[in-house]
C-alpha cells in the first residue's frame, strides 16, 4: 500500500489547480469553523463505540504520525516564510500591530516545536519522518495572511480530531492530544483577528483525511524531496 503520506501529497498536488483561488482555500477553512458534529450522548454512542465509528483505515500509529507531520510541515512553513517575507513593518496598520506580530511568532515557533516532536518520535518508533514539500499558499499582503493562517489552523484541528480516534498506543494518543488543543487556542485566536467566532460551535467536527486534502489542496506546490514511508513496516 502506498503510504498516507505520499498519498496526502498526491492528493493535494491534483487539487491545486481547483483550490487555488483564496476564495476555495477559504472556504475549506470557513467549513471547518463553521461545522458542528452530531454526537449521540446516550451509552452506546461513547466510548469504544463512538471511536469505532470514527476511526479511520491507517495502516498503523507511524501512519498517522506522519500524516500529522505532513501538516506540521504545511504550518510551520507558513508562518516561518510568511513572517520573515512580510517582515514586522507589515502588520503595523492592524489594531494591536505588535501584539499580532509577537503572536504569531509564538505560533510558528509552537509548530516548529510540533514538527520536531513528531519528527523524533517518527524516528524512535523505527520509521522515517515525511520531508517538508514546496509551498505556494496564495496570499497578497497581511490581511490575506491572516486569512490563509485563519484556514490552516482550523483545518488542522479537524485533522487532528479525525484522525485522533484510530490512534492504538496511548502515549501517542496523548501527544496528539496535547498538540490538537494547541492548535485548538491557535484557531481561535486568528478567528477572532479574522472577525470570526474564535468558537463557533459547542462540538468542533472532526474530518477525515479527504476532507483535509479538499480544504489544504491548493496550498502544496511540489514534494520536493521524496516523500519516505510512513513506517518501517507499511508500504
Request: proline share 3%; aromatic share 8%.
Amino acid at each position: 500500500m502506498q503510504p498516507i503520506s505520499e498519498r496526502f501529497l498526491a492528493a493535494i498536488e491534483g487539487e491545486c489547480g481547483r483550490l487555488r483561488s483564496r476564495r476555495g482555500l477559504l472556504a475549506g477553512g470557513a467549513r471547518v469553523a463553521g461545522g458542528a458534529l452530531a454526537l449521540g450522548v446516550g451509552g452506546a454512542a461513547v466510548g469504544s463505540g463512538l471511536r469505532t465509528a470514527l476511526a479511520q483505515d491507517f495502516a498503523d500509529d507511524l501512519e498517522i504520525l506522519n500524516y500529522a507531520l505532513t501538516l506540521e510541515h504545511l504550518e510551520y512553513a507558513f508562518y516561518r516564510d510568511g513572517l520573515d517575507e512580510l517582515g514586522e513593518d507589515a502588520f503595523g496598520d492592524f489594531e494591536g500591530a505588535a501584539d499580532l506580530f509577537a503572536r504569531l511568532e509564538e505560533i510558528r515557533d509552537h509548530e516548529g516545536a510540533h514538527v520536531d516532536a513528531l519528527t523524533q518520535t517518527i524516528t524512535d518508533l523505527g520509521g522515517e519522518p515525511v520531508a517538508e514539500a514546496e509551498y505556494d499558499f496564495g496570499y497578497d499582503d497581511v490581511a490575506g495572511f491572516l486569512e490563509v493562517a485563519m484556514a490552516l489552523e482550523n483545518t488542522g484541528v479537524a485533522a487532528y480530531a479525525g484522525a485522533a480516534p484510530s490512534i492504538e498506543d496511548a502515549a501517542v494518543l496523548a501527544a496528539a492530544l496535547g498538540i490538537h488543543s494547541v492548535e485548538a487556542r491557535h484557531a481561535a485566536y486568528l478567528n477572532e483577528r479574522n472577525e470570526v467566532s474564535p468558537f463557533p460551535d459547542a462540538v468542533d467536527a472532526p474530518q477525515t483525511r479527504d476532507e483535509v486534502l479538499e480544504a489544504a489542496g491548493g496550498f502544496i506546490a511540489g514534494e520536493g524531496a521524496a516523500t519516505p514511508e510512513g513506517s518501517g513496516d507499511a508500504g
